[in-house]
Antibody, heavy 119, light 107 residues
Framework: EEQLVESGGGLVQPGGSLRLSCAVSGFTFSSYWMSWVRQAPGKGLEWVAH????????RYVDPVKGRFTISRDNAKNLLYLEMNSLRADDTAVYYC????????????WGQGTMVTVSS | DIQMTQSPSSLSASVGDRVTITCRASQSIRNYLNWYQQRPGKAPNLLIYAASNLQSGVPSRFSGSASGTDFTLTISSLQPEDFATYYC?????????FGQGTVLEIK
């Protein structure tokens, strides 16, 4: 079964750091671009970042540029999101998602991990 | 960045109704438009990709269409499990952007 499982969320103080992980199983991880998408409480979906199959290209949404880093370990089937200088407005459920097809649809999602930034 | 404007933001309907949700892109995205359903407390689920292609396993009462920069999601006959929030998303260019969502509620 194809599966994405996020971990690493929790409560962190403003200015703090957190690293999220997404464990992949059931498909060839190295064949897909991957993304992180977040959803603040009661709000809509916001794409955060994506990474190419081999990790050679990365793009970010403006609010996280310079603070978040997406990476991957294809040997371990793991996707990461390193988050630094966290702010209250980074509070959200963070989903990892598989980029699929020529139209960049997100066809497989994890269950999400909650990140709360608060003092 | 490409802005995606969804309408309506909320919609009340009854089981068996036909409903339509629209999404407008701020510039041409060709047919790089995808639709998702999200139930409370769950991850989104891909319904339609490339504007009009039904994702595997999605019921045929869901359909999508496109006209220029306007896109439409139609549910032909609402079922109880269809009451959820729906999002459009453009896959044309980064940053990928979503519409603000449409909450479909039971009348």
């Amino acid at each position: 079964e194809e599966q994405l499982v996020e971990s690493g969320g929790g409560l962190v103080q403003p200015g703090g750091s957190l690293r999220l992980s997404c464990a992949v199983s059931g498909f060839t991880f190295s064949s897909y671009w991957m993304s992180w998408v977040r959803q603040a409480p009661g709000k809509g979906l916001e794409w955060v970042a994506h990474i190419k199959k081999d990790g050679s290209e990365k793009r970010y949404v403006d609010p996280v540029k310079g603070r978040f880093t997406i990476s991957r370990d294809n040997a371990k089937n793991l996707l990461y999101l390193e988050m630094n200088s966290l702010r209250a407005d980074d509070t959200a459920v963070y989903y990892c998602a598989r980029d699929w097809g020529n139209y960049d649809a997100f066809d497989l999602w994890g269950q999400g991990t909650m990140v709360t930034v608060s003092s | 960045d490409i802005q995606m404007t969804q309408s309506p933001s909320s919609l009340s309907a009854s089981v068996g109704d036909r409903v339509t949700i629209t999404c407008r892109a701020s510039q041409s995205i060709r047919n790089y438009l995808n639709w998702y359903q999200q139930r409370p407390g769950k991850a989104p689920n891909l319904l339609i990709y490339a504007a009009s292609n039904l994702q595997s396993g999605v019921p045929s009462r869901f359909s999508g269409s496109a006209s220029g920069t306007d896109f439409t999601l139609t549910i032909s006959s609402l079922q109880p499990e269809d009451f959820a929030t729906y999002y459009c998303q453009q896959g044309h260019s980064a940053p990928r952007t979503f519409g603000q969502g449409t909450v479909l509620e039971i009348k």
